[in-house]
């Protein structure tokens, strides 16, 4: 799976939860999308990777 694939998942993701749960915002969903770079960043200190090289890990999964 790559970025595109899980951007396009989150996409989703994100209208079905608007859908099934009018009260959340889009600061609440934007607030979930920063927690996802964050764990990027975490790994990339971690491992000592670029994004793209994660990306490609991850990509293989």
Same mark, same amino acid.
């Given at each position: 799976?790559?970025?595109?694939?899980?951007? *396009?998942?989150?996409? #989703? &993701?994100? /209208? $079905?939860?608007? +859908? @099934?749960?009018?009260?959340?915002?889009?600061?609440?969903?934007?607030?979930?999308? *920063?927690?996802?770079? #964050? &764990?990027? /960043? $975490?790994?990339? +200190? @971690?491992?000592?990777?670029?994004?793209?090289?994660?990306?490609?890990?991850?990509? *293989?999964?």
């Amino acid at each position: 799976m790559n970025t595109t694939e899980i951007k *396009g998942n989150w996409n #989703e &993701l994100k /209208g $079905k939860l608007k +859908q @099934k749960y009018a009260d959340l915002t889009d600061d609440d969903l934007l607030y979930e999308e *920063g927690k996802e770079d #964050e &764990l990027y /960043g $975490k790994i990339q +200190q @971690k491992l000592g990777k670029t994004k793209e090289e994660l990306q490609d890990i991850f990509s *293989g999964l």
